[in-house]
């Protein structure tokens, strides 16, 4: 299955854009290669949002089926395999948030509150890619609670009064905070 | 609303792909983006610029039996078992042979069709806003003419259901064989006119694998798309498809 196996020394986002296409072939040896190599991280991004195993597990098997269904829509000219896998699962797990009341959602005690670190040092989690590096340098011009917010809004899935409930912080100031952090990144990112 | 200023739209982009937003808000641009391309390019960019951000998430281990769930729910495994071949209906239309139906599905491509995997992605995205039902009425079919459909899954010809309507009775839906649901899932039939922005329920399959809808709640006609899609149990909660398209099919006139 050539497809499904790298070039030595691609980055990993070629690897995962090779098996999506063979996804798109019918490949189903593909689906389960992605699913080792991504499952965990995967499940991992919808448990930071869900907060509960069950809800995580129906995330990420509902973001396998949709992969797989979908694998004929992702053009590997235009997208980034690493980002559409992530999206599929991330607006997957949001909904989920969405439809439950978050209240009924944090009633595992081992996932209390250790919320995602935004500080420099953690953020060197996302170097090891070229698009991580480049992120990471353009979250550091940021204010240090912009940056914040948006870290999360993103991993944790939190929402404009959530983040301002854990900021102790009027509603519209985490708006404005947002809004710049965003601005600012955008304009970093494409310079 | 969404802004016109393109510093501001890139900011609503932003904010819609990080989730924040409002679901009302949230809902608008989901209605906005076919007709909107730039806003969906926009969109795209952020989802590519901030992935990465996901790394903060440490990896967990998912539930040891989570790819045979998923491999389940591809491969078709049974939960929805097969009926009874026999209509006793009192409303159902005359049964279509299941030969004959495969012979009138033709080509249908309906896999293909861009509107199923913009109703996936609304389902993705859209969430529980309240959404109004728009589905366009046009004019019935000749009194006495009935219509067959097969659902198949994707990427396969295996019908999991047919569909026999007639126009002045109801809608039989039937099990051809085992079709996968989720324990804790339900499967929802949907019925959606060519164009329609959006599907409109039919209810949800019942376990043994066999219902008949009331088919007054809308017109039937020649290409009427049929959808059935993954729902937590009981059915959708928006009144639009939460979960992904699983099995789809058109209605063909057989009379």
């Known amino acids: 299955m050539r497809a499904a196996t790298a070039e030595p020394g691609a980055e990993p986002g070629d690897t ?9 072939r019918s490949d189903q040896t593909a689906l389960r290669r992605l699913y080792d190599l991504e499952g965990g991280r995967l499940y991992g991004i919808a448990l930071r949002i869900v907060r509960r195993p069950a809800v995580a597990t129906d995330v990420v098997q509902d973001a396998f089926l ?45 996932l209390g509150d250790d919320r995602i670190d935004a500080t420099p040092d953690a953020l060197s989690l996302l170097e090891g890619r070229r698009d991580g590096a480049r992120l990471r340098a353009c979250l550091e011009t940021l204010e240090e609670i912009n940056r914040r917010s948006i870290v999360l809004a993103f991993v944790d899935g939190l929402s404009h009064s959530e983040i301002a409930d854990r900021l102790a912080t009027p509603l519209g100031t985490v708006k404005a905070w947002i809004r710049r952090g965003l601005a600012s990144l955008k304009t970093c990112l494409e310079t | 609303m969404i802004p016109t200023d393109p510093a501001e739209r890139d900011a609503v982009a932003g904010e819609y ?27 795209a960019a952020w989802e590519i610029h ?23 729910l591809m491969k078709g495994a049974a939960s929805v078992s097969p009926a009874p071949a026999v209509s006793t209906a009192p409303t159902s239309p005359s049964p279509a042979s299941l030969a004959d139906a495969r012979a009138r599905r033709g080509a249908a491509g309906i896999w293909r ?43 396969s010809a295996a019908p999991a259901f047919m569909v026999e309507a007639a126009d002045r009775g109801g809608v039989v839906l039937t099990a051809v064989r085992s079709a996968a649901v989720v324990t804790g899932r339900s499967l929802e039939l949907w019925g959606a006119v060519p164009g329609a922005a959006r599907p409109i329920s039919l209810g ?15 017109v039937l006609e020649d290409g009427l798309m049929l959808l059935v899609s993954q ?20 209605l063909t006139k057989t009379r």
């Open chain 1, 16 to 24: 995962l854009a090779a098996l999506i296409a063979a996804c798109s």
């Open chain 2, 113 to 155: 069709n861009a509107a199923i995997w913009r109703w996936s992605t609304l389902a993705a995205t859209t969430g529980a806003a309240c959404l109004a039902l728009v589905v366009a009425l046009r004019p019935a079919a000749p009194v006495g003419a009935t219509f067959v459909a097969l659902l198949e899954p994707p990427q």
């Open chain 2, 204 to 218: 949800v399959i019942p376990a043994e694998g066999r219902f008949v809808v009331d088919a007054h709640t809308f």
């Open chain 2, 17 to 43: 792909v990080l989730g924040i937003l409002e679901a009302a808000e949230r809902a608008e641009i989901d209605r906005a983006l076919p007709g909107d391309p730039a806003l969906a390019a926009a969109i």
């Open chain 2, 50 to 72: 901030l992935a990465p951000l996901s790394r903060l998430a440490p990896p967990a281990a998912p539930p040891a039996d989570l790819w045979d769930r998923i491999q389940a």
């Open chain 1, 66 to 110: 949709q992969i797989w269904q979908k694998a004929a829509s992702f053009d590997p000219a235009k997208g980034n395999a690493e980002a559409w896998l992530v999206t599929i699962v991330r607006y997957r797990a949001l909904d989920a948030v969405r439809r439950n009341a978050r209240e009924v959602l944090t009633d595992d005690p081992t």
């Open chain 2, 231 to 250: 729902e937590p149990t009981g059915g959708s909660p928006t009144g639009l498809p939460t979960g992904p398209v699983v099995y789809a099919g058109r």
